[in-house]
């Protein structure tokens, strides 16, 4: 099966700092992947994906960025906010399912006041 | 716009006990799935759906039971309920072709003493 794995189990930082938060993946054929934020007691929730022929998305105040060559997503969050303390999550979607998910366990940010 | 809600929310039952989790979106989307989430394990797949009477196996589908009649609801049923299948369950689902971004449910917290 796919392999996804997030550097850093815990992340924190400063209110108003950028965060940054990556994800290694195994499957150099993957086609698509997405970031995911998980609120304390709620579903997941879209953030931004990026499809294998783009190195970076932007939406707002989030961008990732896709590294094929070493097979690693990043999620960048700009002036981070108490609101986005969550764990979040990458996933990465099988060449040749693309109903098959393959989440990592995710990284918990914590933003201080 | 309801979107995906799922329920019970919360359900503690026995080893052994048949229990039945609820699925229902409210967008027509094709796609559903259903995933449980563990400490250290992240999200995985168990079952999805591609329609209504069309249903594949995930990652983990031993002890689960899946049905799709209708498009808007796909129950999850475990037959006889074990401690390993205490988790959080949560129900996701996607447009067709094209829009593979999975939209959850709040999830459902199962306990099986």
């Known amino acids: 099966g796919e392999s996804v794995g997030l550097h850093l189990p815990t992340l924190s930082v400063q209110e108003g700092d950028n965060s940054i938060i990556n994800c290694a993946y195994s499957?150099?054929?993957?086609?698509?992947f997405i970031w995911y934020k998980q609120e304390s007691g709620k579903g997941p929730q879209f953030i931004i994906d990026i499809r294998s022929n783009m190195d970076k998305r932007q939406g707002q105040r989030v961008t990732v960025l896709l590294n094929k060559t070493v097979k690693h997503l990043s999620l960048q969050i700009a002036a981070t906010q108490p609101g986005d303390s969550a764990v979040y999550f990458c996933a990465e979607i099988g060449p040749y399912n693309f109903n098959k998910f393959y989440f990592g366990s995710g990284t918990k940010l914590n933003v201080k006041p | 716009d309801a979107g995906i809600t799922q329920s019970p929310r919360y359900k503690i039952t026995e080893t052994g006990r048949q229990v039945t989790l609820m699925c229902h979106q409210t967008?027509?989307?094709?796609?559903m799935f259903w995933y449980r989430q563990d400490l250290g394990h992240g999200l995985r797949l168990i079952y999805y759906s591609a329609a209504a009477d069309i249903t594949d196996k995930g990652e983990v589908p031993d002890g689960y039971v899946v049905s799709r009649s209708k498009t808007e609801n796909f129950p999850l049923t475990l037959e006889s309920a074990t401690r390993s299948q205490t988790s959080v369950y949560f129900c996701a689902s996607r447009w067709d072709w094209g829009q593979e971004t999975q939209y959850f449910g709040p999830g459902t917290r199962l306990l099986v003493l």
């Open positions: 499957n150099s054929a993957s086609d698509y």
């Open positions: 967008w027509s989307h094709s796609y």
